[in-house]
């Protein structure tokens, strides 16, 4: 069974940080891209960041270039994303996604999704 859970979101002032996690089973984890998306509500989901599966190449959106960097660990099937600088415009629910054959921030892209999780900043 496909899996990919996020964790690390919470409630956090303006000008804090969050690094958050998706650990992913149930797939050949270094075949897919990975990205991140976030979800604020009554808007749509936005492609946030992504990282390759080949070179470690990464894509940001950007609102977040310079403050959120992604990461991956393949040995412990784990993508991170570290943030930075959090403003209350970065409050959503975040979600990650696994990509076989696609790079980037576009939804469509993606096969796979975690359940998400809230990252809240307060100002």
């Known amino acids: 069974e496909v899996q990919l859970v996020e964790s690390g979101g919470g409630l956090v002032q303006a000008g804090g940080s969050l690094r958050l996690s998706c650990a992913a089973s149930?797939?050949?984890?270094?075949?897919?891209?990975i990205g991140w998306f976030r979800q604020a509500p009554g808007k749509e989901r936005e492609g946030v960041s992504c990282i390759s599966k080949f070179d470690g190449s990464t894509y940001y959106a950007d609102s977040v270039k310079g403050r959120f960097t992604i990461s991956r660990d393949n040995a412990k099937l784990t993508v991170y994303l570290q943030m930075n600088s959090l403003n209350p415009e970065d409050t959503a629910v975040y979600y990650c996604a696994a990509a076989p054959s696609y790079y980037g921030g576009n939804v469509a892209g993606y096969d796979y999704w975690g359940q998400g999780t809230q990252v809240t900043v307060s100002s």
């Open positions: 149930g797939f050949t984890f270094d075949d897919y891209a």
